[in-house]
């Protein structure tokens, strides 16, 4: 867990990066007030001091109800007018950019049902026909029923991903990743026309077994702690969020094939370079950069990839995320900036101007 220091920016004499828990502008000792954005430096360095990790982790500040003044999360009277704390509202904890996990519910094991010993009789047998029948025809109806339930439900829920909003939202900061794909050489076995065997490929018997051909698979061998976000703690300070994300692997195995080629089809053997794994880093600061690749023999670097983001906060305090174009367009965001966007309900931003 990282804990850094924000800063605030006075609206009365626009004095820029005050210190995040400091309750006064150092250039006209106005007070911080509850309306008053805190943001993280992208350079903010790690706390280490254990008073001010104490202090971070104390909880958010709480505004006066009768001053508006801004108190720590231990005081219980305001240190501006005296008053006790009553109800007086804390600063919301918010967080930019909240990875969303997924569950899963384990199903219940089907109950087993015991069939009735000896044969029954032909009026018996009947009856049950007759039965299985109307269970039949009902389970049907209910079948159709729950289609197209469900068919409506995803109707709904697609539309309801898809609409958009308009909101004023404010840059609180920045995620980048960057990933290259690792192709290694291996030896494959295809089919095709005779026409179309490529130059280079080596020709196999089309017996009653055909050898064996690769099969690339998509492993998943671990899990990588990766920074997807920082936490507004509500108190001059923030806290980096992390997430674990699966790493995967790109494994080969050798499968037998069975019988000759059909339909004019020969076989063949030749040398490809397939994607053996990715390597992939990441992080929230303005200088991205491509990981550094450990090349075995017979490898070589493949396709190159990125994605930059800029992350947002509404008046609500809802994170959108916006992804750039390129660097040019990544590089034109500031925190702090306040732009006019188009939102999705997932918080994804489809258009934006600035203010």
């Not at 828990?21 to 509850?34: L, M, N, V």
């Not at 943001?39 to 202090?55: C, G, H, Q, T, V």
């Not at 999360?73 to 967080?95: F, I, L, M, N, Q």
């Not at 519910?105 to 026909?129: F, I, Q, W």
């Amino acid at each position: 867990m990282a804990i850094r220091e924000g800063r605030w920016d006075c609206a009365t004499c626009g004095r820029v990066g005050n210190r995040g828990p400091e309750k006064h502008c150092a250039g006209c000792g106005h007070p911080r007030g509850d309306d008053v954005e805190l943001y993280l430096p992208e350079d903010a360095p790690e706390i280490d001091n254990r008073a001010a990790l104490d202090r971070a982790l104390a909880g958010p500040d709480w505004n006066c109800e009768h001053c508006d003044g801004d108190n720590p999360a231990g005081y219980e009277h305001c240190t501006g007018c005296g008053a006790p704390r009553g109800e007086s509202e804390k600063r919301e904890v918010v967080d930019h950019h909240t990875p969303v996990s997924a569950s899963s519910a384990r199903p219940e094991p089907r109950k087993r049902v015991e069939a009735p010993a000896g044969r029954p009789s032909k009026e018996r047998r009947e009856e049950l026909a007759r039965e299985h029948r109307r269970r039949k025809k009902k389970g049907c109806g209910r079948r159709i029923l729950v289609g197209l339930i469900v068919l409506a439900t995803l109707v709904l829920l697609l539309s309801w991903c898809n609409r958009t909003h308009e909101a004023v939202a404010t840059v609180t900061g920045f995620g980048w990743e960057r990933t290259i794909e690792v192709e290694e050489l291996v030896t494959v076995t295809e089919e095709a026309l005779p026409s179309q065997v490529p130059a280079g490929a080596r020709r196999t018997e089309a017996g009653a077994s055909g050898g064996t051909h690769t099969v690339v698979e998509r492993v998943q061998v671990g899990t990588e702690r990766v920074k997807v976000g920082v936490r507004d703690l509500g108190n001059g300070f923030f806290e980096d969020v992390y997430e674990d994300r699966p790493v995967y692997e790109l494994r080969r195995r050798q499968v037998p094939v069975r019988g000759p080629p059909s339909g004019g089809m020969v076989r063949y053997e030749i040398e490809k370079w397939v994607v053996a794994r990715e390597v992939r880093t990441s992080g929230s600061d303005r200088s991205p950069r491509w990981p550094d690749l450990a090349l075995e023999a017979g490898q070589r670097a493949g396709e190159r990839s990125e994605a930059l983001r800029v992350f947002f906060s509404d008046a609500e305090g809802e994170t959108l995320r916006y992804r750039a174009r390129d660097d040019a367009d990544w590089r034109r965001f500031a925190v702090g900036q306040r732009w006019r966007v188009e939102a999705t309900a997932m918080g994804s931003v489809r258009s934006l101007s600035p203010l």
